[in-house]
């Protein structure tokens, strides 16, 4: 199983990207999939997870300025990041069951 993330960078507080995380190695459409971060001296914590039947879980603090995505035919996961802060900064992981990408970094800063 492999997962690959991009999509991270630097932008300022306010703007948006998108993360997206293509996976190998697994029956895409059947497995629950999420996003994780963790920032400097903090512990990893869920972003969002999408269950396969469709069900989707928001951590509080992203609520309303992120939306978590799949396209099973193209085997992708996406985090789409609006509104972001600069407590947003962390490295971002996708995950699924054992798991994990290597991360991608994103920054928010002026």
């Known amino acids: 199983v492999q997962l690959v993330e991009s999509g991270g960078g630097l932008v300022q507080p306010g703007g948006s990207l998108r993360l997206s995380c293509v996976a190998s190695?697994?029956?895409?459409?059947?497995?629950?999939m999420g996003w994780y971060r963790q920032a400097p001296g903090k512990e990893r914590e869920l972003v969002a997870t999408?269950?396969?039947?469709?069900?989707?879980i928001y951590a509080d603090s992203v609520k309303g300025r992120f939306t978590i995505s799949r396209d099973n035919a193209k085997i992708t996961m996406y985090l789409q990041m609006n509104s972001l802060k600069p407590e947003d900064t962390a490295v971002y992981y996708c995950?699924?069951?054992?798991?994990w990408g290597q991360g991608t970094q994103v920054t928010v800063s002026s």
């Open positions: 999408i269950i396969s039947g469709g069900t989707i």
């Open positions: 190695g697994i029956i895409f459409s059947a497995y629950n």
């Open positions: 995950n699924t069951m054992k798991y």
